[in-house]
């Protein structure tokens, strides 16, 4: 379930960057009367004594991937062509509209905070921990 919880986080992510990236007033980075400065870093509270800290990520183009092919890869640090080949071919990105994105991986605090949910606490969820405790024991 590492992926589940993976991917959990990742949905809580991008929709906290989303706020941020499309509310930037509500936070006081955008529309004051110094200018539309950004800084490199923000932390937000969001209550509750539960805060998030993020950085700054600028619009600009950048190449994603891996330059040598997927065999020359597993030569230099092992592993599986299945692994690796979605790191194929390399390209350019283009981030249009700069953005802020969570340093950290977000906690279940952070989620509930911004989600006002507890995925964590769903009968599969529980049954999955139920069924892993089993598993160790044994």
């Excluded at 589940?4 to 509310?23: D, G, K, P, Q």
């Excluded at 509750?48 to 183009?61: C, Q």
């Excluded at 279940?108 to 892993?132: D, F």
Aim: glycine share 10%; charged share 20%; net charge neutral.
């Amino acid at each position: 379930m590492r992926i589940r919880t993976l991917s959990l986080s990742l949905n809580a992510a991008i929709l906290t960057v989303a706020l941020v990236a499309f509310v930037p007033v509500a936070f006081g980075q955008a529309g004051n009367s110094g200018g539309d400065t950004l800084s490199k870093e923000l932390s937000l509270d969001l209550g509750k004594g539960v805060s998030m800290k993020l950085v700054h990520i600028p619009a600009g183009k950048f190449k994603m991937g891996n330059h040598d092919t997927p065999a020359e890869t597993i030569k230099k640090v092992g592993g599986e062509e299945e692994h690796v080949s979605d790191e194929y071919p390399a390209h350019e990105v283009t981030i249009s509209k700069p953005f802020y994105m969570g340093i950290y991986e977000l906690t279940q605090a952070q989620w509930k905070a911004v989600m006002g949910t507890e995925p964590w606490l769903t009968k599969s969820a529980l049954a999955y921990r139920g069924c892993a405790a089993e598993t160790r024991r044994l």
